[in-house]
Structure formats: structure tokens, C-alpha cells
């Protein structure tokens, strides 16, 4: 028998300049239940992962299977169960939470004895404070919805409340795990500013600072730049009406 523990090691925090994309901590672990692992009468078969958190962070996990009904129940540092999911069904099961003690958490990945295979874990942990970017600055704001796109997503409804997002004039497809930030019926004058500007944005602002970010196309009216994970594309195009459209994209490409 054996138990396994990951331990989460994570840094939250605002860079000299700006946010940083660390301000989530966020992975994706693969893993399996087997039968040599531990049981609990009260849970059945399971994997452990141990994780330290803040009083006030947010904490997002889900874990799915193709060949097993998982389960998750996060246990407090007090040792009392904080979450349990309940899932006879589904080939999936989440956890969101924001965490009310500071100490050293643990989530179990859940299973019944008939139930063994392989199973993916995604999670997402961050300060409540750095995760709403909708007071940021052009700059801060493009890397507030990289971090987010790096994260899967997962802790997006803490970013902008719908107000927030119309406000911003951004939109989320999850469907298509896309941001779309749109400006429309610019004058030509207001909408060559703009895109100089949010081009700028991108090229000395965001790449200057974001390595893993390479710009793979360049025209007069479109960038495009990509990380492993991430397409970030901004285009201008004249509409019939003669005014201008403006299109910030920020994409999980895996």
C-alpha cells in the first residue's frame, strides 16, 4: 500500500512593473489509482496531494477519467472534511473553494475498489486579490488574461464580473477557452491610435517580459505571438461603413 503526495510549492505576487504571470499557480498532473493504494472505509480507494495555503486563497481543482467515476474531498488542516463531491456517474468532479485556515491542506482523488485507471488532475490556486484585473492598465490587464489562459481558465469568474466584463469590452467563450477583447465603430484616426497603442501593448510591454512568448506573424494591421499554451493575436480591419474594428484574442491553444 501506498500513499502518494505532491506537494504544491507556489508564488503569488505583483512584478516591479506590473503583474506578474505567476500570480496563479496552476498545473495540470496525471496519475492512477491502483489497487496497491490505500483505503479508507469512509472514501474508498485514493490518492492524496498535500498543498500549503493562505488564509483567503482561492483554491479551483477537477479532476477527470476515461476509465474511472473520480471523486475529490479536500480535508481542512483542522483534519475535518471541507468539500466532498458526490459522483456516481460522471467521469468528472470539482472543487472550488476559497480557503478560510492557513496551513497545510489535503485533497484526495477518489475512487471504489471496482473503479481502477488513470486520471487527470487540474488545478489552479491563487491570492483573491491579484486574480481581478479589471482596474489594470492596458499592460497589466493583457498579462492579468495571459495568467488566467495559463491557468486554464479555471479561476476566470474571480478576473471580471459581468459588468466588469462589458465594462472592459471583453467577452470569454469557454466553450472555445478564448477572451476576446473588442472595440467596434472607431474612426479612422481613433482606430490607428488605438491599435499603435495596444500593438505597443504587446511588443514592448508584455514581450519584454514574458520570454516564453515568441511573435510568430507581424503585419501592418495584425501581431500574433504564441507560448506553448498560449496564442495572443491582435488585428485591425475597415468595415463596410468605413469605421474600424479592433480585436485583442487571447486563446489556450492545448
Known sequence: MKLKIFLFLFLFG?????????????????????????????????????????????GYFTVSSNQLKPNLVLIDPEGKVYIKTINN???FATINFESGITGEWVLYVLTDKNSLGEYELNYGIADARNLNIASKND????????????NYFLLFDYALTPAELKRNNISFDSSNLEVVKKYN???????????????????NCFLRNEKDFKIVEEKTDFISSKSDKVIISLNKIEKSNKTFEITLKVKLIN
Open 14 to 58: 505583483i512584478v516591479a512593473n506590473g503583474q506578474s504571470l505567476s500570480l496563479i499557480d496552476s498545473d495540470r498532473i496525471t496519475g492512477e489509482i491502483e489497487k496497491s493504494d490505500k483505503y479508507l472505509d469512509e472514501f474508498g480507494l485514493y490518492d492524496g496531494f498535500l498543498f500549503p495555503l493562505l488564509r483567503g486563497e482561492i
Open 89 to 91: 456517474d460522471m467521469s
Open 139 to 150: 499592460c497589466d490587464q493583457l498579462v492579468g488574461l495571459v495568467a488566467h489562459a495559463n
Open 185 to 203: 465603430n472607431l474612426s479612422t484616426e481613433k482606430g490607428n491610435n488605438l491599435f499603435v497603442k495596444m500593438k505597443d501593448d504587446i511588443i
